[in-house]
């Protein structure tokens, strides 16, 4: 069936670096790949996302790119700040919405 | 505040009972959908409605779960003779019609059985 494998499960950074997040999908008719950000106790809120006909897109720090050919897709935020410390989850739109088990990351003042 | 409104946002219920959850969604949306969000997990697809018609409903957990959106409007989600395993997050997200819109979530509900 249909799957969004995400990686990595955590991730730790110190302020300022970079950090990457990597996912794939296994539905070939998934065409929309959003990302949505969940703080502790709060709902996922939608931060970036890329339709299939595009192969990047970017919103100050935050970028994803899109490689149809592998099935693959990553969010990459720069200039990591503490207030970036949340779930991330991925997530792409198979015969119906399939979201990634998302990755814990952390950003280390 | 015009976003996805959930209510009750909490809800404690002894085995057995039978709960309802209501998802307002955004005005002009006309898809809703609904998931189940485990602790550290993803939210898992339940089912969706496009205006009141019901266009996935095999994904439900089992046949104790059901879904209505009578008017197109608002919906709710029933769960009939809850068990332990049920306590979850529900959340309830809504967009415009497509496959490729953006959903918008609400703040869910959290169900935990006694």
């Known amino acids: 069936g249909e799957n969004v494998e995400q990686h990595p499960s955590t991730l730790s950074v110190q302020e300022g670096d970079s950090a990457v997040i990597k996912c794939t999908y296994s539905d070939s008719a998934s065409n929309y790949f959003p990302w949505y950000k969940q703080e502790l106790g709060k709902r996922p ?3 970036i996302d890329i339709r299939s006909n595009v192969g990047e897109k970017k919103d100050q720090r935050i970028a994803v790119t899109l490689n149809k050919t ?10 990591t700040q503490p207030e970036d410390s949340a779930v991330y989850f991925c997530a792409a739109n198979g015969q119906n919405f399939v979201f990634g088990p998302g990755t814990r990351l952390s950003v280390l003042p | 505040d015009t976003g996805v409104s959930q209510n009750p946002r909490h809800k404690i219920t002894k085995r057995g009972q039978n709960v309802t959850f209501r998802c307002d969604p955004i ?5 809703l959908y609904w998931y189940r969000q485990t602790l550290g ?3 898992e697809f339940l089912t969706y409605f496009q205006n009141e018609a019901q266009l996935e409903k095999s994904r439900l957990l ?12 608002f919906s709710t989600l029933e769960i009939q003779r809850t068990e332990q395993g049920d306590s979850a997050m529900y959340l309830c997200a809504s967009s ?13 509900t959290r169900l935990s059985i006694l």
């Open chain 2, 27 to 31: 005005s002009e949306h006309n898809r």
């Open chain 2, 62 to 73: 089992s046949d104790r779960f059901s879904a209505e959106r009578p008017k197109g409007s």
């Open chain 1, 45 to 47: 809120q939608l931060i």
């Open chain 2, 96 to 108: 415009l019609a497509g496959r490729a819109q953006p959903q918008h979530f609400g703040d869910g």
């Open chain 1, 70 to 79: 592998a099935k693959h897709f990553s969010l990459h935020i720069t200039e």
């Open chain 2, 41 to 43: 997990q993803g939210p």
